[in-house]
């Protein structure tokens, strides 16, 4: 006789189990192990909160230590495969199945244990796709979030960095699964509710903050000149002349001298007002003198950024804040916002193919995917117009009929022909296909797919991939700006130059810039420490970043 | 001297007003407009909660009423244009913009409005379109919402119908907007917490039931053979050779008769386990004998639906449900997870064009997009395999290298080749773009377009689009299962033919289907009152439906 609340009697045995070790909702550190040993059951689903920033530390390493006879073969389901012991787990028998969307510092030892067959890999996702599932197929039975305090009814304060908590919380604790918390502190009334009590059913002080990593922090110094070149060609070659309003910035050099440029150069061109207003962005250092210039309108984050805290609080007409005054970030409205909300998509990745496939997968690292696929993919499911999405649509279907006729999501690859240590940005064949091929994966890891992307960005020029008609004419743009790496010396030289007259090439002369004047005097801060300047001294670099 | 406060201090300011008139945070019924006065200012940003379902309906009605001098040229940001009162506030003057999502009920009356001038048309989004722009450059300033019960901390209840809340609150309280409720009922303790207090700013006790609509209520009286026929044809034709576990219907009576043969014709095909396991979809009634029979394993919802409220309670192992037993549904999140976590969407259509193209839109009709143009478009952000998605990809590109090849979302259009008042489904231009033309707009509104679509059913056959190589193939394809209509006359029967060996056509003998078996008979309940029986009586349909 099937009860068809077995879900619910199975969350009412894993309390009971729980409740032993607890003082109302609340368990001692000590205790965490023994907790999970209580409510997680082998072969469950298990998501452990941690994305490319805030990390369930605490609860990872507990996890990490229960006894193997009680918790075994567990389907970890989460964001981020960051720390160690989110690998440890798998080493240990603990867990045994992985779906997760980024992996970053770990995506040399993730490779090497997918290779060795420790892990049974679901998939990689982006981080939307990997929350959509946890409605659907993926859906967490135990969840193990991080937060700022908790009150004694179990209500949550996430502070800045909200992150995922409020999706991997509704997703669990609405289907019968268990949320368990870890928090720095439990306190008597919190500056405000990120996730309410009734949805999390234990609370474990740690005494200690959860670990966050300064992911988006730049430092300007490191700024090159052919950087600066590109952030140039960028702002007067595809800022300026779709109008560029509202947009994501990838991580990287080459958007963080794009911030840097808007009041110098972007402020040359009168372009102030006119691109750039409103962000789906991580609160950026490298935005503060955009921001006070006061370039910027507002700015939707997916999670916070170290050291950015006061910041926020005093200029919270640019930023989502709370009650208490800091930043509300949630990163499954963000990616939402990029997706549907955005007209342009600009980043860097690490090879680009003849096809304009590109990929941050070397053969022996899984980097995951994180959110640019989402961000830099076409939204085929849009219906508002407005002038960029519209201006290429038609530069990539001048002939189709104007009412008919979809507009583009403007997908922007930026970066120098020769990237770090003197790898070509551009190459013949992804090493995602091999790495696909070496790990019998249906699908090659690729971050962007040629035909999402609109512009390639280069210190020989702009390609734009919109204007081509056939693949021959995409390979040769992209071989036009591939400067002196092998795919750009392979380039048919009158075939370039046709597609120079036509505009589907621009050089910077072409542009009206002069390579020359890229130089780091063009940058609106030139360190760390000038941005603390113009934050007026409300930016608290991480100690890292500090150098004087 | 800027501030960068400026958003706090107003609404600092607003609350000061609104708080004149409050008891802590409780305002009278009858002071809600005074309320409003005190709080809106012209040209403010304004969503009323509303979509296909719940309503807003005393804060829509206490707009209306607002003095002209004090509050006018209002910009709506709302999901749904559904009540009157709606429409009111743009003939009265209270408001002069207006993005929406969709309007049902009201869509004769919009149309008429947008041609007279009397509406300053943003833009015509799909739901979470509109939510994405809430977080970008459509942020509300004031949300004037609905829920259950409230307690005096203004804590809400939103029972089964969360749907849209969380997103607008969260857009709105946490940029220094506004946010007012709309409750049933105050109480001292609420049975779950859907949005914590501190998002709230006032609450307006009504004394009775907020407004909701039991749109995906579908009498299996009303069914006819024909419909049973597509249906047959998609089950065995779709369903089964692409094995399809997680998927989203839309509303209608042929997708109802769908959900309605899993239990009899597709028990026989031996489909069960195998395909229609996951949905992303309100609770529709017509589900109930597949879930009663084993069929459904899980299902997350927008919204609700009137009189399924016990028989979820007591199905708590397929729905989300909260700690109080009632549904907890999300339209956000349930619409991410129909564009990246459902292999298919099928769907009915009112006109089709020989692209492909379909849409609701008739030439005085303006019903909005909700949410079909986003689970119906395929998700080029997507990056988790899945072997319908790949099977669809490999059809589409069958010599594309498989490691590059993407998969394809299956977009079903299902609809008899005659519809309602004998209306041909086919046409040779959509109504969509005289409407364009019309309304000087950018875009016309297509539902889906032809190059997401890949499979259209009708009592002729399943044309199969995956498989067509060119432009001319998808004409004849359409036209091969367009029947009696102009569309379907005009084909080269000839090339329908040849069409019909390579598979892309397959009429219902090719799929062993006699149409002679298409019979009511085989639906698994064939009234309301079967629908009640199968849920145990649990299912209390509304008065409306009820005939006995």
Same sequence: chains 1, 2.
Avoid at 195 to 209: C, E, L, M, T, Y
Avoid at 216 to 245: H, N, W
Avoid at 271 to 287: D, I, M, Q, W
Avoid at 488 to 501: F, S, Y
Wanted: glycine residues 10%; proline residues 5%.
């Amino acid at each position: 006789m099937k009860t068809w609340r077995q879900g619910r009697e199975a969350r009412d045995a894993r309390l009971a189990a729980g409740a032993k070790l607890a003082d109302g909702k609340i368990v001692a550190a000590g205790d965490a192990t023994s907790l999970l040993e209580a409510v997680v059951r082998p072969g469950d689903r298990v998501c452990i909160e941690g994305d490319n920033q805030k990390q369930a530390d605490l609860l990872a390493a507990a996890l990490l230590a229960v006894d193997l006879a009680k918790v075994n073969n567990l389907h970890m389901v989460q964001s981020g495969v960051v720390l160690p012991e989110h690998l440890d787990l798998f080493d240990r028998g603990v867990a045994k199945r992985l779906d997760y969307a980024y992996s970053g510092p770990q995506s040399a030892r993730i490779a090497t244990m997918l290779f060795g067959g420790k892990i049974e890999l679901g998939a990689v996702h982006t981080y939307l796709e990997l929350f959509a599932r946890y409605f659907i197929d993926l859906t967490p039975n135990v969840a193990l979030i991080a937060a700022v305090s908790a009150d004694r009814d179990g209500n949550l304060y996430t502070g800045p960095n909200t992150e995922d908590t409020p999706t991997v919380v509704e997703a669990t604790a609405f289907k019968d699964g268990i949320v368990i918390a870890q928090v720095n502190e439990i306190v008597d009334r919190l500056p405000r509710v990120d996730i309410p009590g009734d949805r999390v059913q234990f609370v474990v002080p740690s005494g200690k903050p959860f670990f966050v990593e300064p992911l988006f922090t730049r430092d300007p110094a490191a700024i090159t000149e052919s950087q600066i070149l590109t952030a140039m060609l960028a702002i007067k070659g595809i800022y300026a002349p779709y109008g560029v309003r509202r947009l994501n910035h990838g991580i990287g050099f080459s958007t963080a001298a794009i911030e840097l440029l808007l009041p110098t150069f972007g402020e040359k061109l009168g372009l102030k007002g006119k691109v750039a207003s409103h962000f789906a962005l991580n609160p950026h250092p490298a935005l503060i003198p955009a921001i006070e210039s006061g370039w910027v309108q507002q700015i939707h984050s997916f999670g916070s950024e170290v050291g950015m805290d006061d910041y926020i609080r005093a200029r919270s007409d640019i930023y989502f804040t709370g009650p208490d005054g800091s930043l509300r970030s949630n990163r499954a409205f963000c990616q939402v916002a990029g997706l549907y909300a955005c007209d342009m998509f600009i980043g860097s990745t690490l090879q680009i193919d003849l096809q304009g496939h590109s990929s941050t997968v070397t053969t022996s690292r899984i980097a995951g995917f994180g959110g640019a696929p989402n961000m830099g993919s076409d939204a085929r499911g849009r219906r508002h117009p407005s002038e960029p999405w519209l201006q290429a649509g038609q530069e990539a279907d001048p002939d189709g009929p104007a009412p008919l006729r979809r507009g583009r999501k403007l997908v922007v690859q930026i970066g120098e022909t020769f990237g770090d240590k003197n790898v070509p940005l551009f190459v013949e064949k992804l090493d995602a296909i091999a790495l696909a091929d070496k790990l019998k994966l249906d699908l090659a890891p690729v971050m962007i797919y040629g035909d999402d992307v609109t512009h390639i960005v280069t210190e020989e020029g702009i390609a734009n991939l919109l204007l081509c008609r056939n693949a021959d004419e995409r390979e040769h743009a992209i071989r036009g700006v591939a400067g002196y790496t092998d795919v750009g010396r392979g380039r048919d030289a009158a075939m370039v130059q046709r597609l120079r007259e036509r505009g589907v090439i621009r050089r910077p002369e072409d542009l009206g810039i002069d390579p020359l004047d890229a130089d780091r005097s063009m940058l609106a801060a030139r360190s760390i420490k000038d941005l603390v300047r113009w934050s007026g001294g409300l930016y608290a670099p991480p100690s890292r970043f500090r150098n004087w």
